[in-house]
């Protein structure tokens, strides 16, 4: 894992070594036709709405239309393949979320790629996930929680949408850095889970702050720690989970990559659209809106995170024993 994670490194710096001549010939005239942009998750999803935001951006600032290719399945790695495999000319581009470093520990020997295949081209949005309760389960706090978990031995059951997915992982990490034991009840989506949750059939459920936003402002769940570093302007009021076991972090994130040699100077122009787009105040709120933390970077800095995400989530895979049939 630590090799891949140096040679995705290497990868997001070496972008930048073409010859200067090649790199302006390609940024005076990119893009002159269509790009196409794809999402390896379904119409309406949240990585699908997000790139068709960046996607309509950069179409009016560039001239040319960012066409937004929904291929779903597999947990993202088909639409993975098809862009890892594609020309290396900046007309084909990756809409990447967390299951590329989930990914590939969790699918390893079942995918002929690798993050290394890709170059990191700029970081989009995390959303967070929070940590949520059943309102009638008798805790307030992640402390109180723990405690009640370490009281109740096997007792306390953990929804999450599949297994491998970052909802499922986040529990497995939760029991790993705690020491508690849960069970992990797989759900085929984000609805079904919560109806459960709301039905005390299970107890907590890790989850992407805006899927359960509605249920907690209803009343219907109870927020209990958001896994990021810093409250968050959605759950204002919610403490980070950090607090009280140093060091959980857990959050959905999404980026564009595109193929391997990719003109550096490609990359750099569409890390600039990408930013601009974020800086942009009516632009940011919309991404805010959508449960996302814009997160503006240069591709070096993408590509750090996605190596440390992928070592991360690795681990955990490993740890916990989670397969895929």
Not at 21 to 29: E, I, K, L, P, S
Not at 81 to 95: E, F, K, Q, R
Request: charged share 15%; aromatic share 8%; net charge neutral.
């Amino acid at each position: 894992m630590a090799i891949h994670r140096r040679q995705f490194l290497r990868t997001a710096a070496g972008v930048f070594a073409a010859p200067a001549v090649a790199r302006t010939a390609w940024a005076d005239t990119y893009p002159s036709r269509p790009v196409r942009i794809i999402c390896g998750f379904a119409a309406g999803s949240a990585s699908d709405i997000n790139a068709r935001l960046f996607g309509q951006w950069m179409s009016e600032r560039l001239g040319q239309p960012f066409i937004i290719d929904n291929r779903p399945g597999a947990g993202g790695n088909i639409a993975s393949d098809l862009a890892i495999h594609a020309p290396a000319d900046g007309y084909t581009l990756l809409y990447a979320s967390t299951a590329i470093a989930i990914n590939q520990t969790l699918y390893a020997g079942k995918i002929n790629f690798k993050n290394t295949d890709m170059a990191p081209v700029a970081a989009t949005v995390r959303t967070p996930v929070v940590m949520e309760v059943n309102s009638s389960l008798p805790v307030q706090n992640v402390a109180e929680f723990i405690a009640y978990a370490k009281a109740n031995p096997g007792k306390v059951n953990f929804a999450t949408i599949g297994a491998g997915t970052l909802q499922h992982l986040s529990g497995e990490y939760f029991k790993m850095m705690t020491g508690i034991d849960m069970v992990p009840v797989h759900y085929r989506g984000a609805a079904q889970a919560l109806t459960d949750l709301i039905a005390n059939r299970v107890q907590v459920m890790f989850d992407i702050v805006v899927s359960s936003l509605s249920f907690i402002k209803a009343g219907k769940v109870r927020p209990i720690g958001v896994a990021s570093t810093t409250p968050q302007e959605l759950l204002p009021n919610v403490l980070p989970i950090a607090q009280t076991v140093p060091g959980f972090e857990a959050a959905g994130w999404q980026g564009f990559c595109a193929p391997l040699k990719t003109p550096a100077e490609i990359v750099a122009k569409i890390n600039r659209e990408v930013n601009a787009d974020m800086a942009d105040p009516a632009h940011r709120a919309r991404l805010v809106e959508l449960g996302g933390a814009p997160s503006p970077g240069t591709p070096e800095d993408f590509g750090k995170f996605v190596a440390d995400e992928t070592e991360k989530w690795g681990k955990v895979v490993h740890q916990a024993g989670v397969k895929i049939d």
